[in-house]
C-alpha cells in the first residue's frame, strides 16, 4: 500500500509542479518546477515514514509539501537573473 502512495504522491506533485508554472506562479521553467515539487514531495513522504507527521491523506500530503517546496524556492531570485542575462546580451 505505501508503495502505489508514494507514486500516487509524486504523479500529484508532478502535477502541482506543472500546474505552478503554468499559471505564472513560478518563473523557474516547466521542468525545473516540476524537479522541484517532486523534491517536496519526496521530503515530506519521508517525513511522513519517519516521524508519523501528516496533514492527512496522501494525496493532501503530496499537494501541500509540493506547492510548500514551491514557495520556498526562491524563484523571483532565478527569474531577476535571467532578466539581467538577457540585458547584458542586448548590449553586446
Known sequence: MGF????GSMMLGG???YAAERLG???NGYLPSIVIALGGVV???MVRVMFGISFGSHGLNAIIS???ALIL???EAATRARSRSRTRNRRR
Open 66 to 68: 509540493a506547492a510548500g
Open 4 to 7: 502505489l502512495a508514494f507514486f
Open 15 to 17: 502535477i502541482v509542479g
Open 43 to 45: 521530503l515530506f513522504f
Open 25 to 27: 506562479f513560478t518563473h
Open 73 to 75: 524556492i526562491p524563484t
